[in-house]
């Protein structure tokens, strides 16, 4: 079992760049989470999808993030145009039909 | 609105000793708890879960007790070692997906 599979897992860009996160759930989970983890503000929800429709993304902070679950086995999530207060560690994680989510690696962002 | 409050770290302690970390929620429902760790540089990880009062979920040496009555599900692990410094999240769930965390705590354990 592979796990939770997310890339990059480091990226650093400019402020202005277009940066998309990608994310490859366990094989078989039917949801999909993105959470952003910031000293600052701890770990925030972003938006979750059910069976690739996104349920809720009452946590984007913006319109300068999307996400998109185009099939059961890839989500990504967008930030254009990048600024350097996004800069964080972006987490996602997937659930089969339980409350238990597993988490991946994370991906850290640098905005400069 | 539902909620999860855990006590503020960094808690420091040597190898050895009885480790609690505390935790209350509010939740207008029943809801399923759990606690979740984070060893540095990695994504959470399920520690234990509970899913209905007086239920007790263990893994690796640490306990919690699902505790309605106080609305707690506080962590325990009777000797710590240098390999559990991390970050314990406390987190609820109400329906079958959307997981609510607490702010985290910080475990450190010197030898």
């Known amino acids: 079992d592979a796990g939770v599979i997310q890339s990059p897992r480091h990226e650093v860009t400019e402020m202005g760049q277009e940066v998309t996160l990608r994310c490859k759930p366990i094989s078989g989970h039917n949801s999909l989470f993105w959470y952003r983890q910031t000293m600052m503000r701890g770990l925030e929800l972003l938006i979750y999808f059910n069976n690739n429709v996104p349920i809720d993304d009452s946590g984007m902070p913006e319109d300068r993030f999307s996400a998109k679950m185009p099939n059961a086995s890839f989500s990504t999530l967008k930030i254009q145009p990048s600024e350097p207060r996004d800069s964080a560690v972006y987490f996602c994680?997937?659930?089969?039909?339980?409350?238990?989510?597993?988490f991946g690696p994370g991906t850290r962002l640098t905005v400069l | 609105g539902d909620s999860v409050t855990q006590m503020e770290g960094p808690v420091t302690l040597s190898e050895e000793a009885f480790l609690t970390i505390n935790c209350t929620y509010t939740a207008t429902g029943y809801p399923s708890l759990f606690w979740y760790v984070q060893y540095p540089g990695e994504g959470l990880q399920l520690l234990l879960k509970a899913t209905k009062a007086d239920d007790k979920g263990s893994n690796k040496g640490f306990e919690a007790t699902y505790r309605k009555e106080t609305t707690s599900f506080h962590l325990e692990k009777g000797s710590v070692q240098v390999s559990d410094s991390a970050v314990y999240f406390c987190?609820?769930?109400?329906?079958?997906?959307?997981?609510?965390f607490g702010t985290g705590t910080r475990l450190q354990v010197f030898p």
């Open positions: 987190a609820l769930s109400i329906r079958t997906d959307k997981l609510i």
């Open positions: 994680a997937s659930s089969p039909e339980t409350d238990t989510q597993y």
